[in-house]
């Protein structure tokens, strides 16, 4: 019985742990395979976000460190994009809407990466995919998460197409 009780009080600490006490949103992005995203997108049209990275990229850990753990850009991502992680040397064939991807030996990374940056590699890219399938819009190098807000509100407010980044900018109250 007295076990009982110090597991059940043990339980009961774990669940006031500073990892619990954010909800959801602290449990992190559920990063997806561009495959998984491609097989969402045919249920419900959402934008996809893309972290493309490599492993050796110290800002790219700085990154998933920093802005992907952040609370607010959580859920915000995870309502408004499906969020895919790709490493940019995969060597794997990546499949993109009935186009195949492969490594690119002269740049030692896949095509895919390429066609993502319009051939301006760097890392970490943020990518943006609009749901209507119009260009990838790249957005190179580290982004805090209050840099990462306006750029994500941007595309999920559907001020993408309609206003310029600049004048989305210039309104913008920021609130992470």
């Known amino acids: 019985m007295q076990k009982l009780l110090v597991l059940s009080f043990s339980l009961w600490l774990c669940s006031f742990s500073p990892s619990n006490l954010n909800g959801n949103a602290k449990a992190g992005l559920t990063w997806l395979t561009l495959d998984e995203a491609a097989a ?3 249920v419900e049209k959402k934008m996809v976000l893309i972290d493309l990275y490599t492993d050796w990229c110290g800002w790219c850990k700085v990154m ?3 802005t992907y ?3 607010e850009l959580i859920k915000y991502v995870n309502e408004h994009f499906y969020p895919v992680k790709l490493n940019a040397e ?3 064939t990546l499949k993109w809407f009935d186009k195949d991807f492969n490594y690119d030996e002269s740049y030692k990374v896949n095509s895919y990466a390429l066609y993502l940056t319009r051939g301006q590699l760097a890392f970490p890219t943020t990518v943006i995919l609009p749901a ?3 260009a990838p819009q790249a957005i190179p190098g580290y982004l805090k998460p209050g840099e990462m807000e306006i750029i994500l509100k941007y595309f999920g407010e559907g001020a993408y197409g309609k206003q310029a980044f600049q004048d989305f900018q210039n309104s913008f109250k920021a609130s992470w």
Do not use: F, S
């Open 40 to 42: 969402k997108m045919q």
């Open 90 to 92: 995969t060597r794997q």
């Open 64 to 66: 998933d460190k920093n």
């Open 69 to 71: 753990t952040n609370k």
């Open 132 to 134: 209507d399938g119009t």
